[in-house]
């Protein structure tokens, strides 16, 4: 299924395709678990270009291709912290973020690592749950005066076993 979905590195030229792929995907998945301010507000993320920038130049960037268009893509910060994580909104279900996570987990596993941490949307939270993250403890986050709940949750895994793909 997922044979002709190719994952690589991230690069700079990525940024203005992962931000269209960022909004997209919030305004048109997450919508059933956020209402429509704390949607705009989310998306709004995009407006910050110095921290995308310093995401594509100082995080750990994956991203998935299908047929030259980048349908997914992850960041790991300080070899443990996952920060950005979104698959596009027409190819959900599909294992792009299995492999997404996966990838990501074995450059945590490289840089010995031994914990993963995330903060999680209520919409990503059973996908990270599927994959032994439990939560720490729900939060809600105040952005341009409007309450955003996610989750904090971990991952720790032995170094010695790697994943199945």
Known sequence: MTNDFVNRKGKLDDLTEMQNLFVNTITAICKTDYDS????????????KQRWHDILTNQFVIVTQHADKIVGFATLDNGNYIDLFYVHKDHQRQGIAQRLLDDIEAEARRLKQTTLT????KTARPFFEKNEFNVLREQ????????LTNYKMTKHF???KMPNR
């Open 37 to 48: 301010n704390q949607i705009a507000v989310w998306a709004s993320g995009i407006d910050n």
């Open 118 to 121: 995330s903060d999680v949307s």
């Open 140 to 147: 809600n986050i105040l952005l341009k005066n409007v309450s």
């Open 158 to 160: 032995d170094n010695a």
